[in-house]
């Protein structure tokens, strides 16, 4: 079992940053990927970024550029900084591990709302 707890998030204004951050305990020998999805409201849930343990990182192309995914393996942790938010990136953030790659989401965190509005 794995389980992640997310922090960060919040209301913030079209072209302001935020930073969420995601912590992992309990078998985190198991874990490969860490990353973060999204979900809109009457839309499907959707991978934002990834990271492997070993630094390889998988974005959407809707944040390419905008949005920075980063890891220490040391501290089990992995974050999301976002930069030049827009109304669009409103959503539920959810972390998730994967133990292989990029394939098979398996644990998540609650979710934490990111809203862009002015």
Same mark, same amino acid.
């Given at each position: 079992q794995v389980q992640?707890?997310?922090?960060?998030?919040g209301l913030v204004q079209?072209?302001?940053? @935020?930073?969420?951050? /995601? %912590? %992992?305990?309990?078998?985190?020998?198991?874990? $490969? +990927?860490?990353?973060?999805? =999204?979900?809109?409201?009457?839309?499907? =849930?959707?991978l934002v970024a990834g990271i492997t343990r070993g630094g390889v990182t998988k974005y %959407?192309?809707?944040v390419k550029g =905008?949005?920075?995914v980063s890891r220490d393996n040391g501290k089990n942790t992995v974050? @999301?900084?976002? $930069?030049?938010?827009?109304?669009?990136?409103?959503? +539920?953030?959810? /972390?998730?591990?994967?133990p292989y790659g990029f394939v098979a989401p398996t644990y998540w965190g609650q979710g934490t709302q990111v809203t862009v509005s002015s």
């Open positions: 992640l707890v997310e922090s960060g998030g079209p072209g302001g940053s @935020l930073r969420l951050s /995601c %912590a %992992a305990s309990g078998s985190i020998f198991s874990i $490969n +990927v860490m990353g973060w999805y =999204r979900q809109a409201p009457g839309k499907e =849930r959707e %959407a192309d809707s =905008r949005f920075t974050l @999301l900084q976002m $930069n030049s938010l827009k109304p669009e990136d409103t959503a +539920v953030y959810y /972390c998730y591990s994967d």
